[in-house]
C-alpha cells in the first residue's frame, strides 16, 4: 500500500468540514448551562442552570461531573464556581452531577484534533467549533487528558455569574432599589444603604418563583479573588480521617465479596475447572465462570460472605487455562514486529510534512541516525480496582471510581441487562487512576457477579497482581530519527518515524462500540507538532497489530515523544558542538511562549553555574527538556549522578511550566511534584514483559516505583500569563525521562536511547 498522508490541509477536508458547519448550522445552539431536561426550582430550592443549587438553608451545592482522583480538581472546579457566584468557598458542598449530556468534556476532544501550532485559521476554527457542538450532543461524561479545569473554566464561571446575578436582581426587587446600587461579598447581598440579605433568605423568600436572568457578566481577571490563591484542598480532611468514600468503603449487613482468577493470556480460555468442591466450602454462595468482558479476560469466581473465604475457596481450585489465538507469544515477537514496522513504513501515516525533509538529508555531506525504544508500561495506581454493586432485579446501584460516568453505568447495565436509566451510578474517590479508569471491565465483571446473587450487596476488589496483569498498557514504541545541520549548526532537516500499536483504534470498539476512522494521533503528539523551527520536517508512524491491549496511560503518546526527540536535540547539539540550551534556544525564535519557560527553568536551575557534587563526592551532571502537551508548557532540568555500582541516582528536578491562568498555585505545585515522580518510576524502572503470552510482573517487587528514599528535591515554578487555563496532571511527565537520559550522557559520554534507565 502507498504511504498516506494526513493532513487536515487538504482540499477534501475543507470540502467536508465546509459542507459539515454549513448543516450544522441549521441545527439549535445548546448552552453547557441548563441539562436536557431542565432544571426545576423549589419554594426551599434554587436552581438557576445545571450546576449550581442554592437552598433556603443558605447551602449551596454544586453537581460534580468530573471525578477526584488526588488530582484536585475538585477544588479547582468549586473556586471556579464561587469566584463568580461570590460566595464562601468553605459554604459549597458537591454532589455528583445527573448523567446528562450537558456535562460532556468538550474540551478533551477537542484537545485531540491533529492540529500542528502552526495551523491556525478558518479550517480550525471551523473544525474545532464543529465538533465540539457535536461533542456536546453526543460525546460522553470523561475526566482525563488534563481537561477538567480547561473544559469548565467558562461553565462554571458562567453558571456562578449566572446565580449570582439572579439573587442579586431578587434582591433589589425586594428592596425595590436599581439592582447597581446593590453588590454580592461571600454569600450576602449588600445594599448602597446598608441592607443586607443572605442568599438563602432570598431563596426563602422568593422560592420556586425566583426569575433566572439571562444576562450577566463575567468577572475581568484583575477582580478575581480567589482564582490565582492557593486554597487548602476540599478533600483533605475526608483523606486523613478517613471518612473518604473508596469503593471498597461500601458495607452493609449481609453482603457479600467475590474473588476472582482471570486465564493468563488475555485471550485465553478456560479448559476445565471442577467447582464441585468449592461450593460445599464455608461460606461460599455462588461460584461463575464469566468470557471476556469489555475487553479484560475471561475469569472464574467464588462469592462469599467473607473475602477471605472467597479466596480460601478459589484459591484451593485449580482452573486450567489454554491460551487463545495469540498464542504464547513473547517479548521476541513484540520486538521483532516493531522493528519491522520501522524498516518497512510501507503504510505509515504521515502526519506533518513541512518542506522536504527526504530530499535535504540526501543532499547532506552528514546525517545524524539515533533508534530509540521504550517497553510497555501499567499504570499501577496505589488504589487497585474495586466495585461494589447491588442488583434488586429491576434496578441497581452501582458505586465505582470511574472516569467516564455515563459509559460505565452502560457498561452495567448490559451486565445485569437493564436499561442505563434502571442503573444509579454512585461515583466514589479514585486512589489514582492514570488513565486505567476510562475503561470499565472492572464495573462489567462486578455486575456480571452481581446478577448471580439478586438482592445483595457485593464487593469486587482485584489484587495487585490482578490489577497489573490485566492492564490496558502504554504501548511500547520505537523510533528512527535522523537529521542533518546547516553551516551555521542549526537543523536543517528532521525526519522521524516510529512504529506502535494504535490506542484509539483499541478503546473506540472497546470502551465506546465504535469503529475508529482515520490514524490516531496520540502516537506521534508531541512530535508532529513540536515547537522548534526546522524548515524542512516529517513526522511519520506505522501503526502495528500486537496481541497485546493497550490504552490511555498518563500523558499518552507525549510520554515517549518527548523521550525520543529531547534526547536527539541533545544529540544534535553535541554535533554541533553547542550548548544543550543555547542550542534549544537558537530554534525557538518563534515561539515565545516555549522560549521564556526554558530560559526561565535554566535560571532557577543555575543552568550555567558550577557543578555540584553529591554527598559521596560523585560529580553531579545536569540535564534539560522541554515539551508542551494538554494546552501547557514545561521545562525541567535534572541533576544526576551515579552511584558506586554506575546506577543514576537523581538529586534534583527544577521544572518550570506555563499553564495560562492559574487557577490554584498549590494544585500546580502539587501536580507536577506527582508528574515527576510518576515520570522518574517510569524512566528509572518501568517495563511491562511477556513471556508465553502472560504479563511477567505482578507487584511492586518486579514494577518497581519510585520510593520515597529516592525521590528528589522537586522545585515547581510557575509562570502565569493571560491565556486561558491549560492542563497540568500530565504536563510534567513528558520531559522527566529524556532530561535525566541527557544528565547521563554527560557522565558517561554514552547516549541511553532505551528505557528504563536502569534494567532495561
Same mark, same amino acid.
Given at each position: 500500500m502507498k504511504r498516506r498522508t494526513f493532513l487536515w490541509a487538504s482540499v477534501g477536508t475543507v470540502g467536508a468540514l465546509a459542507g459539515l458547519a454549513v448543516g450544522w448550522a441549521a441545527w439549535p445552539v445548546r448552552s453547557r448551562l441548563h441539562r436536557s431536561g431542565g432544571e426545576s426550582s423549589t419554594a426551599q430550592l434554587f436552581e438557576p442552570n445545571a450546576w449550581v443549587r442554592i437552598g433556603a438553608d443558605d447551602s449551596i451545592t454544586l453537581y460534580m461531573p468530573r471525578a477526584e482522583m488526588g488530582q484536585g480538581t475538585h477544588?479547582?472546579?468549586?473556586?471556579?464556581?464561587? #469566584? #463568580?457566584?461570590?460566595?464562601?468557598?468553605?459554604?459549597v458542598r458537591l454532589a455528583p452531577a445527573p448523567i446528562d449530556s450537558v456535562y460532556n468534556n468538550l474540551a478533551a476532544v477537542v484537545d485531540g484534533l491533529p492540529f500542528h501550532p502552526g495551523q491556525q485559521g478558518t479550517l480550525r476554527d471551523?473544525?474545532?467549533?464543529v465538533v465540539a457542538r457535536v461533542v456536546r450532543e453526543i460525546g460522553v461524561m470523561m475526566t482525563g487528558g488534563s481537561s477538567s479545569i480547561r473544559d469548565l473554566w467558562q461553565p462554571l464561571r458562567e453558571a456562578g455569574a449566572m446565580a449570582r446575578a439572579s439573587l442579586l436582581q431578587a434582591a433589589a426587587k425586594q428592596w425595590a432599589v436599581p439592582p447597581g446600587e446593590c453588590s454580592v461579598t461571600r454569600g450576602v447581598i449588600t445594599h448602597a444603604r446598608g441592607r443586607q440579605l443572605r442568599f438563602g433568605e432570598i431563596v426563602a423568600a422568593a422560592g420556586a418563583e425566583l426569575p433566572i436572568v439571562d444576562e450577566y457578566v463575567l468577572k475581568k481577571r484583575e477582580q478575581f479573588t480567589l482564582i490565582g490563591q492557593p486554597l487548602r484542598r476540599i478533600d483533605s480532611r475526608e483523606k486523613v480521617s478517613g471518612k473518604a468514600l473508596f469503593a471498597a468503603d461500601v458495607h452493609e449487613p449481609g453482603m457479600l465479596y467475590a474473588e476472582i482468577q482471570f486465564a493468563p493470556q488475555r485471550d485465553g480460555e478456560l479448559q476445565s475447572w471442577d467447582d464441585s468442591t468449592v461450593r460445599t466450602m464455608p461460606g461460599v454462595v455462588e461460584v461463575a465462570q464469566l468470557p471476556p468482558p469489555a475487553g479484560a479476560a475471561a475469569c472464574v469466581a467464588v462469592i462469599a460472605d467473607q473475602r477471605w473465604r472467597a479466596r480460601r475457596a478459589l484459591d484451593a481450585q485449580f482452573p486450567q487455562w489454554v491460551a487463545g489465538p495469540a498464542g504464547l507469544?513473547?517479548?521476541?515477537? !513484540?520486538?521483532? *514486529? &516493531?522493528?519491522?514496522?520501522?524498516?518497512?513504513?510501507?503504510?505509515?501515516?504521515?502526519?506533518?510534512?513541512?518542506g522536504n525533509?527526504?530530499?535535504?538529508?540526501? %543532499?547532506?555531506?552528514?546525517?545524524?541516525?539515533? $533508534?530509540?525504544?521504550?517497553?510497555?508500561?501499567?499504570?499501577?495506581?496505589? #488504589?487497585?480496582?474495586?466495585?461494589?454493586?447491588?442488583?434488586?432485579?429491576?434496578?441497581?446501584?452501582?458505586?465505582?471510581?470511574?472516569?467516564?460516568?455515563?459509559?460505565?453505568?452502560?457498561?452495567?447495565?448490559?451486565?445485569?441487562? &437493564?436499561?442505563?436509566?434502571?442503573?444509579? &451510578?454512585?461515583? *466514589?474517590y479514585l486512589g489514582g487512576a492514570f488513565g486505567r479508569r476510562l475503561d470499565n471491565d472492572f464495573v462489567a465483571i462486578a455486575a456480571a457477579l452481581a446478577?448471580?446473587?439478586?438482592?445483595?450487596?457485593?464487593?469486587?476488589?482485584? %489484587? %495487585?497482581?490482578? +490489577?497489573?496483569?490485566?492492564d490496558f498498557y502504554r504501548p511500547a514504541a520505537v523510533a528512527r530519527l535522523r537529521a542533518c545541520l546547516d553551516a551555521r549548526g542549526r537543523i536543517e532537516a528532521w525526519q522521524q518515524a516510529s512504529a506502535g500499536q494504535s490506542i484509539v483504534a483499541q478503546v473506540m470498539p472497546r470502551v465506546f462500540g465504535l469503529t475508529a476512522v482515520g490514524p490516531d494521533k496520540t502516537t506521534v503528539e508531541g512530535a508532529f507538532d513540536q515547537p522548534y523551527d526546522i524548515p524542512n520536517l516529517q513526522v511519520a508512524h506505522q501503526a502495528v497489530e500486537l496481541p497485546v491491549p493497550v490504552g490511555f496511560w498518563r500523558s499518552v503518546g507525549h510520554s515517549y515523544t518527548a523521550?525520543?526527540?529531547?534526547?536527539? !536535540? $541533545? #544529540?544534535?547539539?553535541?554535533?554541533?558542538?553547542? +550548548?544543550?540550551?543555547?542550542?534549544?534556544?537558537?530554534?525557538?525564535?518563534?515561539?515565545?511562549?516555549?522560549?521564556?519557560?526554558?530560559?526561565?527553568a535554566a535560571e532557577k536551575a543555575d543552568w550555567g553555574g558550577r557543578a555540584t557534587?553529591?554527598? $559521596?563526592?560523585?560529580? !553531579?551532571? %545536569?540535564g534539560l527538556a522541554l515539551h508542551s502537551s494538554f494546552g501547557s508548557i514545561v521545562a525541567l532540568v535534572a541533576e544526576v549522578s551515579l552511584s558506586p555500582e554506575g546506577q543514576p541516582r537523581v538529586h534534583r528536578i527544577v521544572n518550570a511550566i506555563d499553564c495560562g491562568q492559574v487557577v490554584n498555585p498549590a494544585l500546580v505545585t502539587q501536580q507536577m511534584e506527582s508528574s515527576v515522580i510518576y515520570g522518574l518510576s517510569a524512566a528509572l524502572h518501568g517495563q511491562v514483559t511477556f513471556k508465553d503470552g502472560a504479563v511477567e510482573q505482578g507487584n511492586f517487587d518486579n514494577y518497581p516505583v519510585l520510593r520515597l528514599a529516592d525521590t528528589p528535591s522537586i522545585e515547581t515554578w510557575i509562570m502565569p500569563n493571560g491565556e486561558p487555563p491549560g492542563g497540568v496532571g500530565e504536563p510534567g511527565v513528558p520531559p522527566v525521562a529524556p532530561a535525566i537520559a541527557n544528565a547521563l550522557a554527560v557522565l558517561t559520554g554514552r547516549r541511553n536511547r532505551r528505557l528504563p534507565l536502569i534494567g532495561a
Open positions: 477544588t479547582g472546579l468549586l473556586m471556579l464556581l464561587a #469566584e #463568580e457566584l461570590d460566595c464562601d468557598p468553605a459554604a471551523a473544525t474545532e467549533h507469544f513473547d517479548q521476541k515477537l !513484540i520486538q521483532s *514486529t &516493531l522493528t519491522a514496522a520501522l524498516e518497512t513504513a510501507a503504510d505509515a501515516s504521515v502526519y506533518r510534512d513541512t525533509a527526504e530530499s535535504t538529508l540526501r %543532499r547532506a555531506a552528514a546525517v545524524v541516525r539515533a $533508534d530509540y525504544e521504550v517497553p510497555y508500561l501499567a499504570h499501577a495506581a496505589m #488504589e487497585p480496582l474495586c466495585c461494589a454493586v447491588k442488583f434488586t432485579g429491576t434496578a441497581a446501584t452501582v458505586w465505582a471510581g470511574v472516569q467516564v460516568n455515563d459509559q460505565a453505568r452502560k457498561v452495567a447495565a448490559q451486565a445485569l441487562g &437493564l436499561t442505563a436509566e434502571q442503573v444509579t &451510578l454512585v461515583p *466514589t446478577a448471580k446473587v439478586p438482592g445483595r450487596l457485593l464487593q469486587v476488589q482485584w %489484587r %495487585r497482581e490482578d +490489577d497489573m496483569r490485566q523521550f525520543f526527540n529531547e534526547c536527539f !536535540i $541533545d #544529540e544534535l547539539a553535541t554535533v554541533a558542538q553547542a +550548548d544543550p540550551l543555547a542550542f534549544r534556544v537558537a530554534h525557538l525564535q518563534q515561539q515565545p511562549r516555549h522560549l521564556k519557560v526554558l530560559q526561565f557534587e553529591a554527598p $559521596d563526592g560523585a560529580r !553531579i551532571a %545536569r
